[in-house]
């Protein structure tokens, strides 16, 4: 089971399984006990990120833009010639396997009623047939 949360959100560790940080930037002030692993590389860069916030992209096209980010090659993978995406694709499928197997919780710092949030294009994405 895949399913998000605000990380203000109060915790329940039965329900919420293994609780995975989907952002670039921890914040001050965010207790480690909120949350189990942080995996930066699935949140959206800093770029985007103040774009989407500053209202210079829609809402369409931040998550598009989130979407191809996710996806992008980067110099090291010039080096490889059958690994490319820094083993991005491989997180994802590994997020996907878990969630197959147990409870898994994507987290971010939106709050828990906003519904233009990253967490839930990645959730979509991951438990779509792409990943």
């Given at each position: 089971?895949?399913?998000?949360?605000s990380?203000?959100?109060?915790?329940?560790?039965?329900?919420?399984?293994?609780?995975?940080?989907?952002?670039?930037?921890?914040?001050?002030?965010?207790?480690?006990?909120?949350?189990?692993v942080?995996?930066?590389?699935l949140?959206?860069?800093?770029?985007?990120?103040?774009?989407?916030?500053?209202?210079?992209?829609?809402?369409?096209?931040?998550?598009?833009?989130?979407?191809?980010e996710?996806?992008?090659?980067?110099?090291?993978?010039?080096?490889?010639?059958?690994?490319?995406?820094?083993?991005?694709?491989?997180?994802?499928?590994?997020?996907?396997?878990?969630?197959?197997?147990?409870?898994?919780?994507?987290?971010?710092?939106?709050?828990?009623?906003?519904?233009?949030?990253?967490?839930?294009?990645?959730?979509?994405?991951?438990?779509?047939?792409?990943?």
């Amino acid at each position: 089971m895949l399913k998000t949360k605000s990380v203000w959100t109060p915790l329940n560790h039965k329900t919420d399984g293994l609780r995975i940080l989907v952002t670039r930037i921890r914040g001050r002030g965010l207790p480690a006990s909120r949350y189990d692993v942080w995996m930066a590389n699935l949140g959206p860069s800093e770029r985007l990120l103040r774009s989407g916030q500053g209202g210079k992209v829609s809402w369409a096209q931040f998550a598009r833009h989130y979407r191809t980010e996710l996806f992008l090659d980067g110099p090291i993978d010039k080096r490889n010639r059958t690994i490319k995406n820094h083993g991005q694709k491989f997180t994802l499928r590994l997020v996907k396997q878990l969630a197959r197997r147990g409870r898994v919780t994507l987290m971010c710092h939106c709050a828990e009623d906003q519904r233009q949030c990253h967490r839930h294009v990645l959730r979509k994405l991951i438990l779509s047939n792409r990943v």
